[in-house]
């Protein structure tokens, strides 16, 4: 409340704009919540009272005993998920993802029996309805496949708990199914990917039930006596089962994302369409900035491949990495006109404020548009906290050049201006994911290979090596996942892009034209 009253005199009497720069704001009880045990201790347990629920709801034998078996069961997955994904574990929103999913899942199979035991549906059908690859189909595309492979083991056994006995059969269809629908959505980036995971899915529980007898029988030595009509709607409901739950999860992930903050390579797909608004200004209003950034995606895409990061994300990152330049585009060397320099006109301290400020541009445009918070946070780290050194060295020789004559015109060492190394970093932080590590590279070796006037592949080569020295030496990548082998294979891997885009042409000769026949003058008769 101060300092909107603060700020609004100020702009009285003329001593600020009135606009106010977007940032990132960190909410402690957002956080709190995110990450606080009591969180996590209230999700455990809220699922721990929604097993009990379904338990001992409806006619089961030996509940407790079945409640108990859960319970083991329970702990045994809490401490796979700590050994084997405890960011998942520490990150209270992905874990209300997980157990969530699990509920949901099981909730669904203890309908399906209810259903069957009211007798609405049959009990020739009611294994065929079950949608076993829904928990290991969500989590396999949302949190990777390891994940999927986790929520079918476990997703399996507790749903084997649910039938009226422990059913070995339940256990086994469940489990092959579940393995079959995470090995299909390994890379989804279209939805129709998850059509055909139903599909498999589908002919995949047809085929185990029929194996198990769960379909049929058929008696072959009297085929007249088969119910054909009952095997026909058993083949149906197993493999539209299958179908139906892709369906579904395709259908749950655009609500799924935006809740629980995760972006999915499908919808990374969505967020590289060059048709974007601010990719369209930046295409109209700062040209080079714009083919800078397309260079910058096609050599983070390719070097991200080679060192396990998600190529799509280094990509459509690059695009947006630098729309804090629309700004002031014409500041930066890519935009400005051939013979005009603006900042031949301002001091280097004030030019190097001009080209640090891009960053917090960027960031503003980048909340105030919407962009995914992981773009926004490659905004923040594609410079890290490295130094304007062209302006820097400026001021340095500048701040020389003041000294010696200070010294010729009897000036005082303090009216001559300092220069503060501070003044001339980027505020950071640093790189922090594989894919904001890729961007800064990615970016800073574009940027200096436009400099060569002669890109042979031993320059191109000496120029990679040295800015990769630079930025480990002044310690830029010391807080990303980066081993030292990955940023030798993407330093390899930005050589031999960069070799490929910076190739020579052939001179080809020039076709020379036969000169036109003169025309005759025509004499006029008399």
Known sequence: MWDFLRKRRLVGKGLDCGKRRRSVEQNEFAESLQSGWMARSVLLGAFIVGLAILIFTGQQDEPAKKFLLCLLIFVTAVVQ???????????????????GVFLIQLTAIKVTLFQAASGNIDLQLAPLLVPYAFAPLVLSVLLGRNHGLYA?????????????????????????????????????????????????VGIATWILAAAFGQIGPVIWEAPAQTDWRMIGLQSLAAIATGIGTAIIVSGILPMLEPLFKITTDISWLEMSDLNHPLLKRLSMEAPGTYHHSLAVANLAEAAAGAVGANPTICRVCAYFHDIGKLVKPDYFTENM?????????????????????????????ALKHKLNGEITDI??????TSLVSYFYKRALQQQEDARLGGKIMNMREDDIPDV?????????????????????????????????DRPTPQRIE?????IVENRIAEHQLDECPLTLAEIHRAAECFRFTLVNMLHARIAYPRREVPPAPEKREEKSVA
């Open 337 to 365: 006109p051939p013979g005009d320099n603006p900042h031949d006109d301002l001091t280097p301290t004030m030019s190097a404020l001009i080209i640090v400020a891009h960053v917090k541009e960027g960031v503003d445009l």
């Open 152 to 200: 079918a083991v476990f997703a399996s056994l507790w749903g084997s708990l649910l039938v009226g006995r422990i059913d070995p059969v339940f256990l086994v269809i469940s489990l092959i199914t579940g393995f079959i629908a995470v090995y299909v959505t390994l890379q989804v980036r279209r939805r129709s990917r998850l059509i055909r995971a139903g599909v498999y």
């Open 462 to 466: 000496d120029l990679v090596n040295d």
């Open 420 to 452: 503060k190394e501070e003044s001339f970093r980027y505020p950071g932080p640093r790189p922090r994911t594989k894919e904001a590590a890729i961007v800064n590279l990615a970016d800073s070796i574009e940027s200096a290979s436009r400099s060569l």
């Open 379 to 384: 905004i923040r780290q594609h410079h890290g």
């Open 81 to 99: 998920l700590w050994i084997n994904h405890p960011q998942t574990l520490a990150v209270n929103s992905r874990l209300c993802l997980l157990l």
